[in-house]
């Protein structure tokens, strides 16, 4: 029997061990990760639980800084020096 975890309840956690910079150990019980790993043909590696252990190499985890939050003024100056350049 398949155990059913609240979406609260579930997680996915990313896991590098410091001796071993080459992999990454995931862990997940969420189903969107799940099926997003199967239609990368990622294959687990092993059942845990109501989830499933994954190794990935290190090149296969990309870590971003994420998208800069800039206010509307910013926004707005920005737009202004673009038009400006285009009305030479």
């Not at 990454?24 to 109501?50: C, M, N, S």
Request: net charge positive; with cysteine; proline share 5%.
């Amino acid at each position: 029997m398949a155990i059913e975890l609240a979406p609260e309840e579930r997680e996915t956690c990313l896991n590098m061990a410091g001796d071993n910079h080459n992999e990454w150990a995931v862990h997940t019980d969420d189903p969107y990760w799940i099926r997003r790993f199967e239609k990368l043909g990622i294959q687990p590696t092993a059942k845990v639980g109501a989830g499933n252990r994954y190794i990935l190499r290190a090149d296969q985890v990309l870590i971003r800084r994420g998208k800069p939050q800039v206010s509307d003024a910013t926004r707005q100056a920005r737009a202004a020096r673009l038009k400006n350049l285009h009305a030479v």
